[in-house]
């Protein structure tokens, strides 16, 4: 514990010597501020900035729902297929939804085309 002591003694008489730790945070003190201080404070900005701002609401009259296709590949998925439609079906979405299976009718493909 006593080599603890005086490896810290021995750090801090370094301080006072002009060519030493201390010389050398005095050198890169500028440094820190024009380099680390504006990048912590960009991001500090940032996020407080995105605490503070209005939620995007889209306005109740807005009638806009544009199609949607969804295009579902078929590869020897078998019952698979149906799940996945199934699952389509009960979206919520409100605009109309277009669903394209695409089976390439190879013979693997017998399931998925008895699952349609």
């Known amino acids: ?10 750090i801090l008489g370094e301080l006072n010597k002009p060519d030493g730790l201390g010389y050398l945070l005095v050198m890169l003190f500028p440094a820190f501020l024009l380099l680390e201080v504006p ?21 109740e009259g807005n009638s806009y729902l544009p199609r949607v296709s969804c295009i579902i590949t078929c590869y020897s998925e078998g019952r ?5 439609l199934l699952s389509l079906c009960e979206q919520t979405y409100r605009g109309e939804v277009e669903m394209i299976p695409v089976v390439d009718g190879a013979a693997v493909n017998c399931s998925t085309m008895r699952a349609r």
């Open 1 to 10: 514990m006593e080599g603890f002591w005086l490896q810290w003694l021995g």
């Open 39 to 59: 990048c912590n404070l960009v991001i500090l900005f940032g996020v407080l900035r995105w605490f503070v701002r209005k939620p995007f609401v889209l306005p």
């Open 80 to 84: 698979d297929v149906q799940t996945t």
